[in-house]
């Protein structure tokens, strides 16, 4: 298993509800990720962050929006969820070129 | 944009035998390339890489063929074991600015 964290494991939410999710990275890692993966379909990169800075963005909407702490944690927030917002969400460390690390996720239901 | 795409979404192999998952990719910049194993529940698990400068590298039972001609590469595990069922993800990188997966290979190994 890989030193990445997440929390909470499993969370349910409303349509209209905002919602956060924590990542905690490998020690060492500078670089952390956010991906969402749906049902049966492979992850999809929302963005990256590099000390602190966001540094790439996927085709994802504004209210995808995240933070990087000076100890490299990270936050994935989503405002105004949609039922298509139901997915596992990765969060990957890593300190390039090296290979990311990937936490085990969080399952986001959203009714 | 980018995409990184997979040939067949099941195979299923008997106990012993060997196992080809194929993955193409259409963005020609991609440099680097990895292959991921996903269990039930669990986050993505790197099982091996490899540069654009290379054509084959080899692990532990695993390689990976590339063919930057035709775009293609594929992981092949050898003397497949009960344990190598899961889901399997290629995903791609220009500079690990982003990674782009395919939508993955579900291998079922039969006793």
């Known amino acids: 298993e890989t030193g990445v964290t997440q929390s909470p494991t499993h969370l349910i939410k409303t349509r209209g509800q905002q919602v956060t999710l924590r990542c905690s990275s490998q020690s060492g890692h500078n670089t952390v990720s956010w991906y969402q993966q749906a049902l049966g379909q492979g992850p999809q990169f929302i963005f990256q962050?590099?000390?602190?800075?966001?540094?790439g963005r996927g085709n994802f909407p504004p209210r995808f929006s995240g933070l990087q702490f000076p100890n490299y944690s990270s936050e994935l927030n989503v405002n105004a969820l949609e039922l298509d917002d139901s997915a596992l969400y990765l969060c990957?460390?890593?300190?390039?070129?090296?290979?990311?690390?990937f936490g085990p996720g969080t399952r986001l239901t959203v009714t | 944009g980018e995409s990184v795409g997979l040939h067949l979404p099941t195979l299923s192999v008997q106990e012993g035998d060997n196992s080809i998952i194929n993955c193409a990719y259409s963005?020609?910049?991609?440099?680097?390339f990895i292959w991921y194993k996903q269990e039930s529940g669990k986050g993505p698990q790197f099982i091996i890489d490899i540069r654009s400068n290379m054509d084959k590298r080899q692990g532990q039972r695993v390689t990976v063929l590339l063919n930057k001609t035709v775009k293609h590469l594929s992981l092949q595990i050898a003397a497949t074991q009960p344990g190598d069922s899961a889901v399997y993800f290629c995903?791609?990188?220009?500079?690990?600015?982003?990674?782009?997966f395919g939508s993955g290979t579900k291998l079922n190994v039969k006793p």
């Open positions: 990957a460390s890593s300190t390039p070129p090296r290979t990311p690390d």
């Open positions: 963005n020609s910049a991609s440099d680097y």
């Open positions: 995903a791609g990188t220009y500079n690990f600015n982003k990674f782009y």
């Open positions: 962050y590099y000390r602190e800075e966001e540094n």
